[in-house]
């Protein structure tokens, strides 16, 4: 988590980042958030790159929009999943392996999309090269 000086000299968090990170986990669109929070997708740009401060009514709405804990936003998922093992239960908190689990499951939802994105990206790239060389061979 990132801290930048205040003109008083006190550490100011900067969470915006971590934000950013969550809702891509989520596979929710900053648009979406924005919507659902009533702000404009340039007030979550803002707020994900850390050019405005947040209030605390403003970071709960957050964490009801990604459907998570609000102390998660305090957290850098890569950080998280660094720090702990993925294969580790929390005997006193089960809730931790659940968490890990839902982190896991999302992620690997995230590289599904990109897959089936990349795919669709590939057959439109073979399917112009094929095009382009009918052209060729026609000419």
């Excluded at 006190?10 to 659902?36: F, H, V």
């Excluded at 950080?79 to 006193?92: A, F, G, Q």
């Amino acid at each position: 988590m990132k801290k930048r000086n205040n003109i008083a000299g006190y550490e100011r968090i900067k969470i915006g980042s971590n934000i950013r990170k969550w809702r891509n986990i989520k596979e929710i669109k900053q648009k979406d958030l924005a919507s659902s929070m009533r702000l404009s997708e340039a007030a979550i740009s803002n707020i994900e790159n850390d050019i405005t401060d947040l209030t605390l009514s403003q970071i709960e709405d957050i964490s009801v929009a990604l459907d998570m804990p609000l102390e998660k936003l305090f957290t850098d998922p890569q950080e998280t999943l660094n720090k702990k093992s993925v294969y580790s239960s929390n005997v006193e908190n089960p809730s931790h392996y659940i968490m890990e689990k839902d982190f896991l499951y999302a992620m690997i939802g995230s590289i599904q999309k990109k897959d089936e994105q990349l795919k669709d990206v590939m057959e439109n790239v073979i399917k112009t090269m094929k095009g382009i060389t009918k052209n060729i061979k026609t000419d």
